[in-house]
């Protein structure tokens, strides 16, 4: 079992930045990889970015590459996703998220995760 708490949201304008986290509890954070999925208001929730279990790897969705930065800190349990060049169309519920299987490469699809945290507002004001 893997609890998840988000934190670091906020309002901030255009351009700005924010550096959302994610802290997992357990013994296996280490050999899992974690995903960032974010919900609009009226929207199916999408798939943000991914890392490996070991953060050797990690894969983005078009619409964030570029700006957003996917990492892990194993030694404290914690993934953080960092959001520069914000737009208002970023403007979500985020979560992260994780799956009940170990060493894999990483996932892009809702299904593949098993757990999943509270979410945090990002908004972000033109």
């Known amino acids: 079992q893997v609890q998840l708490v988000e934190s670091g949201g906020g309002l901030v304008q255009a351009g700005g930045s924010l550096r959302l986290s994610c802290a997992a509890s357990?013994?296996?954070?280490?050999?899992?990889?974690m995903g960032w999925f974010r919900q609009a208001p009226g929207k199916e929730r999408e798939f943000v970015a991914t890392i490996n279990w070991s953060g050797s790897s990690t894969y983005y969705a078009d619409s964030v590459k570029g700006r957003f930065t996917i990492s892990r800190d194993n030694a404290r349990n914690t993934v953080y996703l960092q959001m520069s060049s914000l737009k208002p169309e970023d403007t979500a519920v985020y979560y992260c998220?994780?799956?009940?299987?170990?060493?894999?490469?990483?996932?892009?699809?809702?299904?593949?995760?098993?757990?999943w945290g509270q979410g945090t507002q990002v908004t972000v004001s033109s």
């Open positions: 357990g013994p296996t954070f280490s050999a899992i990889a």
């Open positions: 998220a994780a799956p009940s299987t170990y060493y894999s490469a990483y996932y892009t699809e809702r299904s593949e995760y098993d757990y």
